[in-house]
């Protein structure tokens, strides 16, 4: 099974401010990379996912993220934030080993400050 | 289009009870899932159904039944509730597998006293 690590549970920043949230995932074999984001008492939607070619993925709302094989890692970037970034964002993996198995992190809350 | 749709929103059980959640989409998806949410865990995979007459375990199953009824409605069943099952359940759906974009409900908060 895969295994999804979000290391920050909690990210402060200050409007305006980059900011860079951190997921790495365990499995070796070829994987779909996605993250969601989940504002308060709402479901999750889809920021952007990496399915293959190219290494660096654009989604909405200004976010990019870029896959790392070597390191398994997915991280999540934004030049520079809003208010309106504050939510909980999650990393999910799935492979084609285990077809419609999604495995999700415990999700990092950003909290972006005026 | 209303998306993925939940009832109820909110429920509380004694322990040993039963309750259904229900779970509608209208996207003409194949696939559709069943995740609890719980504090510092993110989402874990309990039931899914990657298309109409077919169910398979995810990550946390013990506890819990499903029955995809038809392609728009997949329903988790609580036969005994219990304390350990007090969380947010989210419904999900995506055109197929595991490459989708799933779409989510707005949640089931369930707490089990």
């Known amino acids: 099974a895969q295994s999804v690590t979000q290391l920050d549970s909690q990210v402060p920043v200050f409007e305006e401010a980059p900011v860079e949230l951190r997921c790495n995932y365990s499995s070796s074999v070829s994987v779909y990379l996605f993250w969601y984001v989940q504002y308060p008492n709402q479901g999750l939607q889809l920021l952007l996912k990496?399915?293959?070619?190219?290494?660096l993925v654009k989604g909405i709302n200004g976010f990019e993220a870029e896959f790392n094989k070597s390191q398994t890692s997915f991280h999540l970037r934004k030049p520079s934030v809003h208010i309106s970034d504050t939510a909980e964002y999650f990393c999910?993996?799935?492979?084609?080993?285990?077809?419609?198995?999604?495995?999700f992190g415990s999700g990092t809350k950003l909290n972006v400050k005026p | 289009n209303a998306g993925v749709t939940q009832t109820p929103k909110f429920q509380v059980l004694k322990t040993g009870q039963s309750m259904t959640l229900q779970c509608a989409q209208d996207?003409?998806?194949?696939?559709m899932y069943w995740y609890r949410q719980d504090p510092g865990m993110g989402l874990r995979l309990i039931y899914y159904?990657?298309?109409?007459?077919?169910?398979d375990k995810g990550e946390v199953p013990n506890g819990y039944n499903v029955s995809r009824l038809n392609k728009r409605e997949f329903s988790l069943r609580l036969e005994s509730a219990a304390p350990s099952q007090t969380s947010v359940y989210f419904c999900?759906?995506?055109?197929?597998?595991?490459?989708?974009?799933?779409?989510f409900g707005p949640g089931t908060r369930l707490t089990v006293l």
């Open positions: 996207m003409n998806h194949n696939s």
């Open positions: 999910a993996v799935s492979d084609w080993t285990n077809f419609n198995k999604f495995y």
């Open positions: 999900a759906s995506s055109p197929s597998g595991s490459s989708d974009t799933q779409y």
């Open positions: 159904s990657a298309s109409e007459g077919t169910t």
């Open positions: 990496y399915l293959s070619g190219s290494t």
